[in-house]
């Protein structure tokens, strides 16, 4: 799970960001399962899952998607990643 906190004037990067990475999951075995915005647009949340941990390693690792880091550093955004398992109810 990836948790993205935002200046008010870094929305439209991340969003720019975003649109430019997100489609390089799949070529890792990846998938955006959920996608959460803030009302206010300045948080985000993203579940993401992966076969293995390699794929989000490929992923991390991928050259495409490097490409758009200043993108990233560009929006100020500040993020928290959590590698999380699915949890048995009760």
């Known amino acids: 799970m990836l948790i993205a906190r935002l200046p008010a004037e870094g929305v439209a990067a991340f969003e720019e960001y975003e649109r430019r990475v997100l489609p390089l999951l799949s070529a890792h075995g990846g998938r955006l399962v959920r996608r959460l915005r803030s009302t206010d647009r300045l948080a985000e949340v993203h579940l993401v899952e992966f076969p293995s941990p390699e794929g989000f390693t490929a992923y991390r690792d991928d050259r495409r998607r ?19 398992y699915d949890a048995a109810p009760g």
């Open 66 to 84: 490097s490409a758009h880091a200043e993108l990233l550093r560009a929006s100020g955004a500040e993020l928290e990643l959590l590698e999380l």
